[in-house]
């Protein structure tokens, strides 16, 4: 008999997560309180776009190992993937991780496993989650059993990772790691770490918090080389080149719901001593700002701005966060005229009206490349010269792969030259 599953949450990690599990005859219940989205999963459609997901979710459906619901089914394990906002005063906000906790009440029996997937701050999984279920009258760690084990994958290669990568997982006593590490070993062919929830919470905010801090070291160092005239890009390339180096890339800020909130998670817990998360968080948090004032500084707010690129990474439509759409949001405020494409991202998605590649470039001054897509690596200069008013490219995520001496292009490496010589008020 097949082993049941619950997932709770059916976004960019609780669908992939549940599709797999499928996959690997767990029979599968998708929890999801949108009725549009159960609706859809239901006929094998999906609405989040994710390289493979789609065929994927088709193919368990139409077997019968995967069907979704609005609230969950009895099963022998559940898995608590939904989303862990911050709220205004940057704290994690957990009401929806308790409420899916809660929702699991009526359902729940003795010797089920539940483990939390949503990225939660350190001492989460004992101090918020278990007593819900002890009140409940399940004593974790011995009626139930209770672990976390925290996403690790990268957007567009979620299906690919979900399998490869080593997953960590920690349980409030050794039995309930036990268990939750052995739900894992069905399908996973990395490592599955055994340890206890606290330190299982604490990596995975570790894992970004390091890729945050980089990044805003490499940001830091653009504003420094801008003001000296040196090149950022070269500077990271060979210092890149020492054997012990990973400096990151600059951009204009970090976006998705990892690297720009697990951080304040840990510093929710010890303000005091986070120093320098803080400090990295206020660093790539300004970065906007500072795309937008090297804007000012060369076109005024009549200059109509093609912006290309919403996503916050590279060939995915997940715009959580996103640095790019407030910049788009701070330039429109400011009165200029912008047009924004990304093949991606769909008009619901946004606040704003979006627009064709053409018609975003029509008589624009500045193509301002905010996002990584593969098809901004390799562009149709002639196209481009022809469609925008002057050709000018400010390429914030330093993408670009074919430059053309019929542009003018601009990148982190060399803005002390946008600053000298006002290069986009001129044409060619």
């Not at 804007?295 to 439509?317: E, H, Q």
Request: proline share 5%; charged share 25%.
């Amino acid at each position: 008999m097949k082993s049941k599953l619950c997932v709770v949450g059916l976004g960019y990690i609780g669908l992939p997560t549940a599709a797999v599990f499928a996959e690997n005859e767990w029979q599968v219940t998708g929890v999801d309180v949108n009725s549009l989205a159960v609706e859809e999963l239901n006929k094998g459609k999906v609405i989040i776009e994710e390289n493979g997901l789609d065929e994927l979710v088709k193919k368990v459906v139409k077997e019968k190992k995967f069907v979704a619901k609005m609230s969950p089914v009895e099963a022998d394990v559940f898995i608590i993937a939904v989303p862990t906002p911050h709220n205004p005063d940057l704290t994690a906000n957990l009401k929806h991780v308790e409420s899916a906790v809660r929702s699991l009440l009526p359902v729940l029996k003795k010797e089920n496993t539940i483990i939390i997937e949503s990225t939660i701050p350190p001492r989460t999984t004992r101090d918020v989650v278990a007593p819900i279920l002890d009140e409940a009258g399940f004593k974790p760690g011995e009626d139930v059993y209770l672990a976390h084990c925290p996403e690790r994958v990268l957007p567009g290669r979620i299906l690919i990772e979900l399998y490869e990568n080593n997953r960590i997982v920690g349980g409030i006593n050794s039995i309930s790691t036990k268990k939750a590490a052995d739900v894992y070993r069905t399908f996973v062919k990395g490592k599955v770490l055994e340890t206890n929830a606290e330190s299982a919470e604490m990596s995975k905010l570790m894992e970004n918090t390091y890729r945050d801090v980089n990044i805003a070291l490499a940001n830091e160092l653009t504003r420094i080389s801008e003001g000296l005239n040196i090149d950022t890009l070269e500077v990271i390339s060979l210092a890149n080149e020492h054997p012990r180096v990973n400096v990151h890339q600059p951009g204009p800020g970090v976006g998705g719901h990892c690297l720009a909130v697990d951080p304040y998670f840990i510093i929710e817990k010890d303000p005091e001593n986070a120093k320098l998360i803080s400090n990295a968080r206020s660093i790539n948090e300004s970065m906007p700002e500072f795309v937008v004032n090297q804007l000012r500084k060369v076109v005024d707010s009549s200059s109509k701005i093609a912006a290309f690129g919403l996503a916050y990474k590279g060939n995915i439509d997940d715009v959580r966060e996103s640095p790019a759409i407030k910049i788009v949001n701070q330039l429109q405020f400011e009165g200029y005229k912008v047009e924004a494409y990304d093949p991606y991202v769909k008009q619901g998605q946004v606040d704003f009206k979006l627009s064709s590649y053409e018609d975003a470039l029509k008589d624009a001054e500045v193509m301002l490349i905010l996002t990584d897509h593969n098809e901004f690596k390799n562009i149709n200069w002639s196209e481009v010269n022809r469609l925008m008013k002057i050709p000018n490219v400010l390429d914030t995520k330093n993408c670009v792969e074919n430059q053309s001496e019929i542009i003018h292009y601009f990148n982190f490496g060399n803005l002390y030259e946008l600053k000298r010589n006002n290069l986009l008020k001129q044409n060619v």
